[in-house]
């Protein structure tokens, strides 16, 4: 029978030192909320049920932690009397009985399921107390893990440590997971006897040997338990999950040229075989199929880029973006919410908005889909293997029919059948001489405006 788990997540902090007008568990990492990377990963490791204790802006960060298929309990915590006593406000949710208590922090994001599956699987092989540690060659500061023959015999704070505890550099995290049918008899053991008055959760390892039962280290890498208090370590944790995600889909088929120059969200989907040139920046919800080229500088949010496709350099697909196989957007052209078809060319210095562009049409320079007419939003519809000439207005809502050509320069306030050739702009007339009697007069006029000063 799978063993019960429930998830402890402490997410009450003041954020004080974030200086921020909201709770820091809601500050993004790759555009998702701290406390929404940490549920994921909750999940992930197989546990559906959590305790969720939050204080400032309650709503907002039960909201940001709530996934689908878990079962959230908010519970507010007033007072901040320590780890110990933040665990207990969980009282009633662990006193349900479960295997295992998993405890675990909303500014610690970058979590992965590994650690939290190991120190569960030390709980089922008979640890009451399995406490999350990681290696540093920096352990200033930190709690030490004290190890003898196997076991965590301590977790010595650094001001309370000897020389040689110092010198110890595998350090406490916070993270830890307790024996479920004994959580409740710990923790209310848990004094404040110290000089801040605050409930340790730390006291429970020697509590639990105290009792006769053994509690144990897990390890996991540094960079995972990495937590944040400030605008600066938030820049560390977006760097950190940065690279891990950009590794992983280098891994998986992704060229990247220069890879540290491109940013991605936590849903960016990129396909085997697709090339990202540099400083490429993908919003959310964008989908990059194998065998797309993003070029450089281009910045793609909510769209959707076929195989073949070719993006930039320095373009920007807004949310809506579709552009099917073998397409292409060009330089300094902007997309929003807009089918462009197969084979289809949007080039250089356009826009296209609220539009259906067909399969192998295109779209000439420096034209525009004049979609919104300051109240509502209009579409424009442009068939297969339509031309459209350079520096040409699509007035919406229009249509071009399949096969249609229209000229340069034009303004297009009708429908355009299919084969047509549509002329909107007016005819050029010549003036000899006009030129320099223009810039007489204007020189006249300089010449009087100086002489009056």
Same mark, same amino acid.
């Given at each position: 029978?799978?063993?019960?788990?429930?998830?402890?997540?402490?997410?009450?902090?003041?954020?004080?030192?974030?200086?921020?007008?909201?709770?820091?568990? /809601?500050?993004?990492?790759?555009?998702?909320?701290?406390?929404?990377?940490?549920?994921?990963?909750?999940?992930?490791?197989?546990?559906?049920?959590?305790?969720?204790?939050?204080?400032?802006?309650?709503?907002?960060?039960?909201?940001?932690?709530?996934?689908?298929?878990?079962?959230?309990?908010?519970?507010?915590?007033?007072?901040? /009397?320590?780890?110990?006593?933040?665990?207990?406000?969980?009282?009633?949710?662990?006193?349900?009985?479960?295997?295992?208590?998993?405890?675990?922090?909303?500014?610690?994001?970058? @979590?992965?399921?590994?650690?939290?599956?190991?120190?569960?699987?030390?709980?089922?092989?008979?640890?009451?107390?399995?406490?999350?540690?990681?290696?540093?060659?920096?352990?200033?500061?930190?709690?030490?893990?004290?190890?003898?023959?196997?076991?965590?015999?301590?977790?010595?704070?650094?001001?309370?440590?000897?020389?040689?505890?110092?010198?110890?550099?595998?350090?406490?995290?916070?993270?830890?997971?307790?024996?479920?049918?004994?959580?409740?008899?710990?923790?209310?053991?848990?004094?404040?006897?110290?000089?801040?008055?605050?409930?340790?959760?730390?006291?429970?390892?020697?509590?639990?040997?105290?009792?006769?039962?053994?509690?144990?280290?897990?390890?996991?890498?540094?960079?995972?338990?990495?937590?944040?208090?400030?605008?600066?370590?938030?820049?560390?944790?977006?760097?950190?999950?940065?690279?891990?995600?950009?590794?992983?889909?280098?891994?998986?088929?992704?060229?990247? @040229?220069?890879?540290?120059?491109?940013?991605?969200?936590?849903?960016?989907? @990129?396909?085997?075989?697709?090339?990202?040139?540099?400083?490429?920046?993908?919003?959310?919800?964008?989908?990059?199929?194998?065998?797309?080229?993003?070029?450089?500088?281009?910045?793609?949010?909510?769209?959707?880029?076929?195989?073949?496709?070719?993006?930039?350099?320095?373009?920007? /697909?807004?949310?809506?973006?579709?552009?099917?196989?073998?397409?292409?957007?060009?330089?300094?052209?902007?997309?929003?919410?807009?089918?462009?078809?197969?084979?289809?060319?949007?080039?250089?210095?356009?826009?296209?908005?609220?539009?259906?562009?067909?399969?192998?049409?295109?779209?000439?320079?420096?034209?525009?889909?004049?979609?919104?007419?300051?109240?509502?939003?209009?579409?424009?519809?442009?068939?297969?293997?339509?031309?459209?000439?350079?520096?040409?207005?699509?007035?919406?809502?229009?249509?071009?029919?399949?096969?249609?050509?229209?000229?340069?320069?034009?303004?297009?306030?009708?429908?355009?059948?299919?084969?047509?050739?549509?002329?909107?702009?007016?005819?050029?007339?010549?003036?000899?001489?006009?030129?320099?009697?223009?810039?007489?007069?204007?020189?006249?006029?300089?010449?009087?405006?100086?002489?009056?000063?």
């Amino acid at each position: 029978m799978a063993r019960r788990c429930l998830a402890v997540i402490l997410a009450a902090g003041d954020s004080t030192r974030m200086k921020s007008s909201m709770s820091k568990v /809601l500050h993004p990492v790759a555009g998702r909320p701290m406390i929404a990377h940490v549920m994921a990963s909750i999940a992930a490791s197989g546990i559906n049920d959590v305790a969720l204790v939050v204080g400032r802006d309650a709503e907002r960060v039960t909201k940001a932690g709530s996934l689908e298929g878990m079962t959230v309990e908010s519970i507010l915590q007033v007072e901040r /009397l320590g780890t110990g006593h933040a665990v207990l406000m969980a009282r009633d949710a662990i006193a349900r009985g479960y295997d295992e208590i998993l405890v675990a922090y909303g500014d610690v994001p970058l @979590i992965t399921p590994g650690p939290l599956m190991a120190a569960r699987e030390a709980l089922a092989d008979g640890a009451d107390v399995a406490v999350i540690g990681f290696h540093t060659q920096k352990p200033t500061g930190y709690g030490r893990l004290l190890v003898e023959n196997g076991e965590l015999v301590a977790i010595r704070e650094e001001k309370d440590a000897t020389d040689a505890e110092r010198a110890v550099t595998w350090c406490n995290s916070g993270l830890m997971a307790i024996n479920g049918r004994k959580a409740l008899d710990l923790l209310s053991r848990i004094g404040n006897t110290n000089t801040k008055g605050e409930y340790y959760l730390t006291d429970l390892v020697e509590i639990a040997r105290s009792l006769g039962g053994r509690a144990v280290a897990v390890d996991a890498p540094e960079s995972e338990l990495t937590g944040c208090n400030n605008r600066a370590e938030l820049a560390v944790i977006e760097r950190l999950w940065q690279e891990r995600r950009r590794l992983e889909l280098m891994v998986s088929g992704v060229t990247m @040229i220069a890879p540290e120059t491109v940013f991605l969200s936590h849903d960016t989907q @990129i396909g085997q075989d697709a090339l990202i040139e540099p400083n490429v920046v993908f919003g959310l919800g964008v989908v990059v199929e194998g065998g797309a080229v993003i070029h450089a500088f281009s910045h793609l949010e909510g769209a959707y880029v076929a195989t073949g496709a070719t993006v930039g350099p320095y373009a920007r /697909l807004r949310p809506g973006a579709n552009l099917a196989e073998g397409s292409k957007v060009g330089n300094f052209c902007e997309v929003k919410k807009a089918e462009i078809g197969k084979g289809a060319k949007v080039n250089h210095l356009t826009y296209i908005g609220d539009a259906f562009v067909g399969a192998e049409s295109n779209i000439g320079a420096g034209t525009i889909t004049c979609n919104y007419d300051g109240v509502n939003k209009h579409e424009t519809r442009i068939g297969e293997g339509a031309f459209i000439g350079s520096n040409s207005s699509l007035v919406a809502p229009v249509t071009i029919g399949d096969g249609a050509l229209v000229a340069s320069g034009s303004v297009i306030t009708r429908d355009v059948p299919a084969d047509a050739l549509a002329f909107g702009r007016a005819r050029q007339e010549m003036k000899p001489g006009g030129a320099k009697k223009i810039r007489e007069k204007n020189l006249a006029i300089k010449a009087a405006r100086k002489a009056g000063n």
